[in-house]
């Protein structure tokens, strides 16, 4: 089994920053892509931002420029930095990651608990 643990939620003023972790423990022969999504209350769960294992990055339009996401593949721990936050960036934040347990090359998608990030004054 997997887990996803994250961490570096809160509370922060707009135009603050915060940065999110989400390490990887468990059964990990490797992991593929690992990334952000996000959920806003009374919406639907949405892409934050993607990176790869070789460090090709996506992100959504509305974060492009103010988050930044990346990688230690030595520690299965994927951050992202997130700067001049906006109130419409208040959401639960969850990782997301592709993980291999043996070297058949199955991958299986697994999820963090998610954490509470709140953008006010």
């Known amino acids: 089994q997997v887990q996803l643990v994250e961490s570096g939620g809160g509370l922060v003023q707009p135009g603050g920053s915060l940065r999110l972790s989400c390490a990887a423990s468990?059964?990990?022969?490797?992991?593929?892509?690992m990334g952000w999504y996000r959920q806003a209350p009374g919406k639907q769960r949405e892409l934050v931002a993607t990176?790869?294992?070789?460090?090709?990055?996506n992100y959504a339009d509305s974060v492009k420029g103010r988050f930044t996401i990346s990688r230690d593949n030595a520690k299965n721990t994927v951050y992202l930095q997130m700067s001049s936050l906006k109130p419409e960036d208040t959401a639960i934040y969850y990782c997301?990651?592709?993980?291999?347990?043996?070297?058949?090359?199955?991958?299986?998608?697994?999820w963090g608990q998610g954490t509470q990030v709140t953008v006010s004054s």
């Open positions: 468990g059964s990990i022969f490797s992991i593929n892509t």
């Open positions: 990176i790869t294992s070789s460090g090709s990055t």
């Open positions: 997301n990651a592709g993980v291999a347990p043996d070297s058949r090359g199955l991958y299986y998608n697994y």
